[in-house]
């Protein structure tokens, strides 16, 4: 009982020198505040960009807020905004019916980093068929780093 003792008193001096070993050390990183930037970005129905081979709508813009840091080591987001009061993250999917045909509708964008940084937001049909006139549409890109 004596062994066992002893075993359970030398297991539980090395684990507090490992954690007082540890907690000496601070190898993490020191960080500022995070920091974000909001743009605004509404896609006019005109600007959209039908792309008869693969069935979809883009529309790609400059954004010169995103650097190489925040592509890499941060986060870019999308929202789809409904309203001033409501948005939704990309990819946005919505399904409807027509009369005859049901289709889903599905906003999505994707980010380029460069000289100038772009963001390329896309509309598409599951029947990837166009509209007449597409829909203006705004959109929220959220910057993190």
């Known amino acids: 009982m004596k062994q066992r003792q002893l075993n359970v008193l030398i297991i539980a001096a ?7 070993v540890s907690s000496c050390t601070d190898d993490s990183p020191t960080f500022n505040e995070t920091q974000w930037e909001i743009v605004n970005i509404s896609v006019p129905s005109g600007d959209w960009e ?5 069935g979809f709508y883009s529309a790609t813009y400059n954004l010169p807020e995103m650097s190489d840091f925040i592509f890499t080591d941060g986060a870019a987001l999308g929202y789809y905004y409904f309203n001033n009061k409501s948005k939704t993250a990309l990819p946005y999917v919505k ?13 999505s964008c994707d980010f380029q980093v460069g000289n ?7 509309l598409e049909m599951s029947d990837l068929q166009s509209y007449d006139v597409p829909p203006s ?5 959220v910057l993190i780093w």
């Open 50 to 54: 039908w792309d008869n081979v693969n």
């Open 14 to 20: 090395i684990a507090a020198m490992a954690f007082a």
């Open 116 to 122: 100038p940084s772009t963001v390329t937001f896309y």
């Open 95 to 107: 399904s409807y019916f027509d009369g005859t045909n049901y289709y889903t509708e599905t906003y």
């Open 137 to 141: 549409a705004s959109f929220q890109v």
